[in-house]
């Protein structure tokens, strides 16, 4: 009975159908965890790199700053049972996104020290939270612009063009999460958070060819980048008829009355 009553609880804190929920948790669970592949990355790899990380201990701080703000933004989800429509600004969201621009300044000044680009990722993440209070849309061009920093931060350190397939899957998390809102199947929230996580993995790995001496060619960058563009141009009639997602409450609702 306990454990009905348990299970059942932990139903209604969702409102997405059974599939959808372990998919939604699988998947977010797999993007807190991405960050620890770079702490074993820079605890196992930075003293063979050929150009030293001004702040190795840095880095592994930033990576648990993302933990932690990632953190928040599956709270977020749990407030609003995990169906994600429009843009939801709160508190959470706030310390999410403001505790993302605050990791990846800290990520470029781990990676390069405070040359002008660490110094501009702090600028630009002190001023974030001002942005995002003020509903400025901007925001997300400040977040955006601290990632880029830390993007090229790690490349200058590394020579390796797979730092920048984090851009590219972050873009194609963020394509499937616009996708999502304009026609509704849930299920692409998943998608979006893998592509995030698999984005991530692109940092420790530049970091690993690095350390071996066996760096991504920009001819693999390329390849690997048009297949992403291909791949999404192909699905993209597909997901765009994938039927929305409907809401539980109703059902919820119903499931009280009797």
Known sequence: MMAERFLRQLREEFDVPGGIAVWLIVTHLWVLATPLVMIWAVGAYADALPTALA?????????????????????QNAADRWYLT???????????????????????????????????????????????????????????????????????????????LFIVLNACGAYLIMTLIRHGSQWLHGWAALMF??????WPLAIVNAARGTPTTWLQFGVITAAVIVGGAVLT????????????????ASGVGD
């Open 197 to 202: 996580g698999l984005g991530y993995l692109a």
């Open 55 to 75: 702040s190795p201990t840095l880095v592994m701080i930033a990576s648990a700053v993302y933990i932690g703000s990632t953190a928040f933004e599956v709270a």
């Open 86 to 164: 429009e843009s939801t600004r709160s508190g959470a969201d706030l310390v999410f996104n403001a505790g993302l621009t605050l990791a990846f300044s800290l990520y470029t000044i781990g990676f390069v020290g405070l040359n002008w680009l660490g110094l501009a990722t702090i600028v630009l993440a002190v001023v974030y939270p001002a942005f995002y209070i003020r509903t400025i849309e901007g925001h997300r061009s400040v977040s955006g612009v601290v990632t880029l920093l830390a993007t090229v931060a790690l490349f200058l350190m590394t020579r390796d063009p797979a730092a920048f």
């Open 237 to 252: 009639p597909l997901m765009r008829r994938m039927p929305r997602t409907p809401r539980a409450l109703s059902a919820l």
